[in-house]
């Protein structure tokens, strides 16, 4: 659908919010907190960003958008917006919602603040009980700084500036120091940010299924000297050769089988398929490491083959 961006706001060092809203006035499609859509630049870029404004607040979609040094075009392309311009963009799609919890831990690393921010929101809205923790590393990337300080749950915000000295520490181990079956995670920001709070979750004994994650970036593009393999689809019994420079996704769509795709990095989910045999190479960052021992499914756009054939349920 189309949507016109009434509003551009330079929130942060390298990062500027973009409101939203219908062409014609109307109220927009409805999402929960951790949604996020998809956008479509002119250069036919797909990429996608959490959305950060109250989900009860139907007039509007607003997204923070990071200005990334290593950029593939994509946020290039969002900072040269300008009011007035028509975008393109999905209905919302919630990979990380929330959960009902006794206490959610929202964790935020830079521009990860959107859609924990949107959590903390809504969880303040039904009166649950959360804390949120919010690492930057210097103080003028510290985004929706006026939000959070006027928010009726300002004193449940905690920041953490790297580069202000005598600040306060993030403590990882403090903070998830008490792993309980009623208790909920939420991380989102850089990588190593993310696989930080992961690692030390399960060091702690949190259980998988209560610590919740949404990467930004994703993998790496195939590369040259990876192992070709082949693909049979279950419902006609065609084998598909997939090449070294190609993904499953490149391959199936090169011999005419429609593939559902957003993201391509291995973040959103839209492409995944049911494993019906064979074993998968998974390189994405959207399956729990359950998901990926099961063996069952596979994110197309990044993933790979370990054995000579897969079985692909389509």
């Not at 190479?281 to 990044?302: K, P």
Request: some cysteine; hydrophobic content about 40%.
């Amino acid at each position: 659908m189309k949507v016109q961006v009434r509003r551009r706001v330079d929130e942060a060092r390298d990062v500027v919010a973009l409101e939203l809203g219908a062409v014609q006035g109307e109220l927009l499609p409805p999402f929960s907190a951790g949604a996020h859509i998809d956008v479509r630049l002119p250069s036919n870029l797909t990429r996608q960003y959490s959305l950060c404004n109250s989900p009860a607040d139907r007039t509007r979609y607003l997204i923070g958008v990071l200005l990334d040094p290593a950029s593939r075009g994509g946020s290039k392309a969002m900072h040269a917006v300008r009011e007035g311009e028509i975008l393109e963009i999905s209905e919302p799609r919630n990979h990380f919602p929330l959960h009902p919890a006794a206490h959610s831990v929202l964790l935020a690393g830079g521009i990860g603040i959107t859609p924990i921010l949107c959590m903390a929101e809504q969880l303040a809205h039904v009166g649950a009980s959360f804390e949120l923790h919010y690492c930057v590393r210097s103080d003028d990337r510290l985004a929706f700084r006026d939000r959070l300080a006027q928010s009726d749950f300002s004193g449940r915000v905690h920041t953490y500036v790297d580069a202000l000295p005598g600040g306060p520490h993030f403590d990882l181990q403090t903070v998830l120091a008490n792993p309980l079956p009623e208790k909920h995670v939420y991380v989102c920001g850089p990588g190593g940010f993310i696989d930080a709070v992961v690692q030390t979750a399960a060091a702690l004994n949190w259980a998988e299924g209560c610590v919740h994650r949404e990467y930004f970036a994703g993998t790496e593009p195939v590369k040259e000297g990876e192992r070709p393999f082949q693909v049979r689809l279950a419902s006609s019994g065609q084998c598909i050769p997939v090449h070294p420079t190609q993904s499953i996704a490149q391959a199936l769509m090169a011999h005419g089988i429609d593939v559902p795709l957003s993201c391509e990095q291995g973040v959103c989910g839209t492409c995944l398929t049911r494993v019906l045999k064979g074993e998968p190479d998974h390189r994405d960052l959207y399956l729990s490491r359950a998901e990926r021992e099961a063996h069952d499914q596979i994110l197309v756009c990044c993933s790979r083959s370990r054995s000579a054939e897969l079985i692909l349920d389509i």
